[in-house]
């Protein structure tokens, strides 16, 4: 699968995303889970308690207009009741909704689809956004008079 039949996948199923909650006070012994660290985070947990697993996916970070969202990879607990639980803070303490895709695929894929700087896509509706142009951009431009370019 290329990275753009897979944002494809990702961004049609972007309307289902789930409101994954978020659980602040969660800790083992002096550990407690760390910002920007999800995936880690998720793996401590799992490894010191029984009935959890890790689900890897893709968590809403951002708003671009009403309807172009950004995502970036993330990881949550699948609690042993089945529902899904998010440990990792996050910087802004004003981020209440944890909108989130969950990643259909091995790991492997997974792992591959966030390697380097591909750890955040853009969905634009159910399709992904188009990549940025900066040429597009200068095209609009318009010099001011007081300039003096």
Known sequence: ??????????????????????????????????????????DYWVAHHAGYA???????????GPDSRGY??????????GGLVDITPVEDRNFVHRWFIEHLGDDTTFLEMRKDTLINL????????????????LQLYEREPEEGL
């Open 1 to 42: 699968m290329t990275r753009d039949e897979y944002e494809r996948d990702v961004c049609a199923r972007s309307g289902a995303a789930v409101d994954v909650p978020f659980k602040p006070d969660v800790f083992i012994g002096n550990w407690k889970p760390k910002v920007a660290e999800c995936h880690a985070n998720v």
């Open 72 to 81: 970036t990879a993330h990881s949550v607990l699948r609690h042993p009741n």
């Open 122 to 137: 853009t969905c634009q509706g159910n399709f992904p956004a188009p990549p940025l142009d900066p040429m597009w951009a």
């Open 54 to 64: 890790p689900v890897c996916g893709w968590l809403c970070y951002a708003s671009f």
